[in-house]
């Protein structure tokens, strides 16, 4: 995560491309949550391609929810369990299905820097998220136990398992408080964040600095809203290096010699 802040920290500690003020801010990160399936029999949900399985029904609810199974010591170090009790939890490894609920976050954190120039990320997950990232782990534990799961490992301290479809409710009998959520996150965007209006945004439709020519920035901190889906396919495209205003923008630059020196940027 530390490094995907590295466009908004490069800008800020160089003091470049902020007219706007909006560098660093509108950090959004899809909020994660998983629960992890324990079955009768194995099924080596290990083996195959990663996310190989989405729900897409929810979509239009801010919810997406993917198969990802981890390995054995991502796992084991996120249990609520230690000695005896891990290990035999960790011994079901064959056994366990691993999904994950990305929420469409509504809120959003900031990027700033400290004195060092060191990148620093706030981001406080709002209510109807959390109450978002609940329900998604409750309809994951209920995909889970129609297709056969025994068990269902849930990312709450006060509820860290269940045991039937019937126990789903108690998901819902008192508030979940938002630290005892096991949450996690690999998707910041927004902090460059792309626009027509440069006094409400970073870079152009293009992706170029609205004050500095020729700086582009190609990454997922030009969203300017949250995906809500794996962004990895939409960054390639921003990145694509024969997009034509990239082209035709770095020939005029070069012929011109205003070229970025960026060994000159505080990196």
Same mark, same amino acid.
């Given at each position: 995560?530390?490094?995907?802040?590295?466009?908004?920290?490069?800008?800020?500690?160089?003091?470049?491309?902020?007219?706007?003020?909006?560098?660093?801010?509108?950090?959004?990160?899809?909020?994660?949550?998983?629960?992890?399936?324990?079955?009768?029999?194995?099924?080596?949900?290990?083996?195959?391609?990663?996310?190989?399985?989405?729900?897409?029904?929810?979509?239009?609810?801010?919810?997406?929810? #993917?198969?990802?199974?981890?390995?054995?010591?991502?796992?084991?170090?996120?249990?609520?369990?230690? *000695?005896?009790?891990?290990?035999?939890?960790?011994?079901?490894?064959?056994?366990?299905?691993?999904?994950?609920?990305?929420?469409?976050?509504?809120?959003?954190?900031?990027?700033?820097?400290?004195?060092?120039?060191?990148?620093?990320?706030?981001?406080?997950?709002? %209510?109807?998220? +959390?109450?978002?990232?609940?329900? *998604?782990?409750?309809?994951?534990?209920?995909?889970?136990? #129609?297709?056969?799961?025994?068990?269902?490992?849930? !990312?709450?301290?006060?509820? !860290?398992?269940?045991?039937?479809? %019937?126990?789903?409710?108690?998901?819902?009998?008192?508030?979940?408080?938002?630290?005892?959520?096991?949450?996690?996150?690999?998707? !910041?965007?927004?902090?460059?964040?792309?626009?027509?209006?440069?006094?409400?945004?970073?870079?152009?439709?293009?992706?170029?600095?609205?004050?500095?020519?020729?700086?582009?920035?190609? %990454?997922?901190?030009?969203?300017?809203? !949250?995906? *809500?889906?794996?962004?990895?396919?939409?960054?390639?495209?921003?990145?694509?290096?024969?997009?034509?205003?990239?082209?035709? +923008?770095?020939?005029?630059?070069?012929?011109?010699?205003?070229?970025?020196?960026? %060994?000159?940027?505080?990196?």
């Amino acid at each position: 995560m530390r490094r995907d802040s590295n466009s908004p920290s490069l800008l800020l500690r160089n003091r470049i491309a902020n007219s706007s003020g909006q560098v660093g801010r509108n950090f959004l990160c899809h909020p994660n949550a998983k629960a992890i399936a324990i079955y009768d029999q194995d099924v080596q949900a290990w083996k195959g391609t990663i996310q190989g399985y989405q729900v897409h029904e929810f979509f239009d609810e801010g919810l997406m929810m #993917a198969t990802t199974m981890v390995p054995p010591g991502l796992i084991a170090m996120s249990l609520p369990y230690i *000695g005896e009790q891990s290990m035999a939890m960790m011994e079901k490894y064959n056994r366990m299905v691993v999904c994950g609920v990305l929420v469409e976050d509504t809120g959003a954190g900031r990027v700033t820097v400290d004195l060092f120039g060191e990148a620093k990320m706030r981001y406080d997950l709002n %209510d109807r998220d +959390t109450a978002n990232m609940i329900r *998604g782990v409750a309809l994951l534990a209920e995909i889970y136990f #129609a297709s056969g799961a025994r068990e269902v490992l849930l !990312p709450f301290a006060s509820l !860290p398992s269940i045991g039937s479809v %019937d126990e789903i409710k108690k998901i819902f009998s008192h508030p979940i408080p938002k630290n005892e959520i096991e949450c996690l996150t690999v998707h !910041p965007m927004g902090t460059c964040r792309m626009g027509l209006d440069r006094k409400r945004s970073v870079v152009d439709s293009h992706g170029e600095s609205h004050d500095v020519p020729g700086l582009f920035v190609a %990454d997922a901190s030009v969203f300017p809203s !949250p995906i *809500g889906v794996n962004p990895q396919v939409s960054i390639m495209a921003l990145a694509h290096p024969h997009r034509p205003a990239h082209s035709r +923008t770095r020939g005029a630059l070069l012929h011109r010699g205003l070229t970025v020196n960026l %060994d000159r940027l505080r990196r």
